[in-house]
């Protein structure tokens, strides 16, 4: 049983004391004409049409949770708050009588939800209200929102804003981080305009949206340690998907020639404000398309989603103004590694050449690290800091893109670009390798270079290349985590704040 606080026993009292009287605290049923916002602009359209000084006869039946209330002997104002706003209710003796109105005051608490059914009307500070001919509790709220500041509105009127500030509870407890700020609400609506608006852009550019397993026998599309369950009917391991890569490119050699997924990855890796083991992701793959037209899509498609979503291709982050408008800079990768740590990676073309440069440039290498790991440390240590407004980095050396078609005449180097906003990657494409023969030598490569629990391992994928065998087009890939574009619209520097319910350490609560 859970220990109440002493508010909590006078509100479960309270609850104890409506059925002796015979009212029910959690109907079944519940009723409404309007929301808050539409029973506000019904009120303002009838004034507009009723002749001057004669006051519009609106009724409406509103519900929402009680956010203020304020007591004056025969009257009694709230204020209650449904999904789209704010409105005030107005409770009168002459209109409902006194035995109603003090239940009102003794029975209900702030964070109750009511049922209200009256007249719509200006109050003398000009205020839309309810003035309220019947109401009725739809749910007794046993525990009180979080602890609260106050604003006092021009009427006099006392709001209740939450003060619940610690990123750890409102992560923790969402649903109260979202009964008590409007504006993490706005950051969700947000976010699901953002997936609304990528789908809208691939679907009129004739992409099939599909869905793939999310349980797989075998991991694989990415460089990402999986998380491992059992199937017990099959009695066999199982992996929850880091990428859906394969499995879309499958279907380019069943004949669909634009295909995208957008949804769950998971990868069992270390957690910091961009990453989270359970991630939203974007994939879509366009047959006879290459890295260079799959830029171009990209930065169409990333301005198109801020206009939509925001109003403008600028957005501004963490206080940076940010122009996502077409074209983005671009940038090779060595020559963006070479410009800011002082290393040319091509000179230097195994592991141990290049750890002593990273050494000489005074930086602390790992010793077992291999070339493709170190590569990956000097993006991150030099060059990734640097890029801030929406840059492509292209063509990547070959040993940390084993999925990736080579550049012609260049071996050692794959068509492959990242895209950089903020300091942080947003997407990652490919000109996709559909060589059989080449893939599977690449899969033996990466088990020879990389031990079995090594997060860059890509394990063998016998159907994968079973189905290249039949014949693949050529084609260019294309990942985006959507969290992070999220982040990037919403204005938050956290990816904890951009998903609704983030996985958190097991602890007390």
């Given at each position: 049983?859970?220990?109440?606080?002493?508010?909590?026993?006078?509100?479960?009292?309270?609850?104890?004391?409506?059925?002796?009287?015979?009212?029910?605290?959690?109907?079944?049923?519940?009723?409404?004409?309007?929301?808050?916002?539409?029973?506000?602009?019904?009120?303002?359209?009838?004034?507009?049409?009723?002749?001057?000084?004669?006051?519009?006869?609106?009724?409406?039946?509103?519900?929402?949770?009680?956010?203020?209330?304020?007591?004056?002997?025969?009257?009694?104002?709230?204020?209650?708050?449904?999904?789209?706003?704010?409105?005030?209710?107005?409770?009168?003796?002459?209109?409902?009588?006194?035995?109603?109105?003090?239940?009102?005051?003794?029975?209900?608490?702030?964070?109750?939800?009511?049922?209200?059914?009256?007249?719509?009307?200006?109050?003398?500070?000009?205020?839309?209200?309810?003035?309220?001919?019947?109401?009725?509790?739809?749910?007794?709220?046993?525990?009180?929102?979080?602890?609260?500041?106050?604003?006092?509105?021009?009427?006099?009127?006392?709001?209740?804003?939450?003060?619940?500030?610690?990123?750890?509870?409102?992560?923790?407890?969402?649903?109260?981080?979202?009964?008590?700020?409007?504006?993490?609400?706005?950051?969700?609506?947000?976010?699901?305009?953002?997936?609304?608006?990528?789908?809208?852009?691939?679907?009129?550019?004739?992409?099939?949206?599909?869905?793939?397993?999310?349980?797989?026998?075998?991991?694989?599309?990415?460089?990402?340690?999986?998380?491992?369950?059992?199937?017990?009917?099959?009695?066999?391991?199982?992996?929850?998907?880091?990428?859906?890569?394969?499995?879309?490119?499958?279907?380019?050699?069943g004949n669909l020639e634009r295909v995208y997924?957008?949804?769950?990855?998971?990868?069992?890796?270390?957690?910091?404000?961009?990453?989270?083991?359970?991630?939203?992701?974007?994939?879509?793959?366009?047959?006879?398309?290459?890295?260079?037209?799959?830029?171009?899509?990209?930065?169409?498609?990333?301005?198109?989603?801020?206009?939509?979503?925001?109003?403008?291709?600028?957005?501004?982050?963490?206080?940076?103004?940010?122009?996502?408008?077409?074209?983005?800079?671009?940038?090779?990768?060595?020559?963006?590694?070479?410009?800011?740590?002082?290393?040319?990676?091509?000179?230097?073309?195994?592991?141990?050449?290049?750890?002593?440069?990273?050494?000489?440039?005074?930086?602390?290498?790992?010793?077992?690290?291999?070339?493709?790991?170190?590569?990956?440390?000097?993006?991150?240590?030099?060059?990734?800091?640097?890029?801030?407004?929406?840059?492509?980095?292209?063509?990547?050396?070959?040993?940390?893109?084993?999925?990736?078609?080579?550049?012609?005449?260049?071996?050692?180097?794959?068509?492959?670009?990242?895209?950089?906003?903020?300091?942080?990657?947003?997407?990652?494409?490919?000109?996709?390798?559909?060589?059989?023969?080449?893939?599977?030598?690449?899969?033996?490569?990466?088990?020879?270079?990389?031990?079995?629990?090594?997060?860059?391992?890509?394990?063998?994928?016998?159907?994968?290349?079973?189905?290249?065998?039949?014949?693949?087009?050529?084609?260019?890939?294309?990942g985006l985590g959507v969290d992070r574009l999220?982040?990037?619209?919403?204005?938050?520097?956290?990816?904890?704040?951009?998903?609704?319910?983030?996985?958190?350490?097991?602890?007390?609560?």
């Amino acid at each position: 049983m859970p220990e109440y606080t002493s508010l909590e026993k006078i509100r479960l009292a309270k609850i104890e004391t409506l059925r002796q009287e015979g009212y029910e605290p959690y109907p079944t049923r519940a009723e409404r004409t309007h929301t808050s916002l539409e029973a506000v602009s019904a009120f303002e359209q009838a004034e507009k049409q009723s002749p001057a000084g004669q006051p519009p006869e609106v009724k409406a039946t509103l519900v929402g949770r009680i956010r203020a209330t304020r007591p004056m002997g025969k009257l009694t104002f709230a204020h209650i708050e449904d999904g789209t706003g704010r409105i005030q209710l107005f409770f009168r003796l002459n209109e409902i009588g006194q035995e109603r109105v003090d239940f009102f005051n003794q029975r209900f608490d702030l964070g109750d939800f009511i049922q209200a059914s009256g007249t719509l009307m200006r109050t003398r500070t000009g205020e839309v209200s309810l003035l309220v001919h019947d109401y009725k509790m739809l749910a007794k709220a046993v525990s009180p929102l979080p602890a609260a500041k106050d604003e006092t509105l021009e009427d006099g009127t006392v709001v209740r804003h939450a003060a619940l500030e610690d990123p750890e509870l409102r992560a923790r407890q969402r649903y109260a981080d979202l009964a008590v700020n409007p504006d993490v609400r706005d950051t969700f609506r947000r976010r699901a305009a953002t997936v609304r608006a990528l789908r809208e852009f691939l679907d009129e550019r004739g992409f099939l949206e599909v869905e793939t397993p999310i349980l797989q026998p075998l991991y694989g599309g990415a460089a990402a340690k999986p998380f491992v369950t059992h199937h017990n009917e099959l009695d066999q391991d199982m992996y929850l998907r880091i990428s859906f890569e394969l499995y879309l490119k499958r279907l380019l050699v069943g004949n669909l020639e634009r295909v995208y997924e957008i949804g769950r990855d998971f990868r069992n890796e270390g957690v910091s404000f961009k990453h989270n083991p359970e991630f939203t992701q974007l994939e879509f793959y366009w047959a006879y398309a290459d890295y260079l037209q799959v830029m171009e899509l990209t930065e169409q498609m990333v301005a198109a989603v801020c206009r939509q979503v925001t109003g403008s291709p600028q957005v501004t982050y963490q206080g940076q103004l940010l122009d996502f408008t077409p074209p983005w800079q671009r940038m090779a990768m060595c020559d963006g590694i070479l410009e800011t740590s002082g290393i040319d990676i091509d000179a230097h073309p195994n592991a141990d050449s290049l750890r002593e440069a990273i050494v000489r440039a005074g930086k602390q290498a790992d010793p077992a690290a291999t070339r493709g790991k170190l590569i990956d440390f000097l993006l991150s240590e030099f060059l990734e800091p640097t890029l801030v407004q929406p840059t492509f980095l292209y063509d990547y050396p070959r040993d940390i893109s084993p999925l990736a078609k080579s550049k012609p005449g260049d071996p050692l180097t794959v068509e492959r670009f990242e895209g950089y906003v903020s300091g942080f990657e947003l997407c990652n494409a490919f000109t996709e390798l559909n060589d059989p023969l080449d893939q599977e030598q690449r899969f033996l490569e990466m088990g020879r270079d990389y031990d079995a629990d090594d997060e860059q391992q890509h394990p063998m994928d016998k159907d994968y290349l079973r189905a290249m065998r039949y014949g693949m087009p050529p084609c260019g890939g294309f990942g985006l985590g959507v969290d992070r574009l999220v982040m990037l619209l919403t204005d938050k520097h956290s990816i904890r704040e951009v998903l609704l319910f983030p996985h958190m350490r097991t602890g007390e609560d």
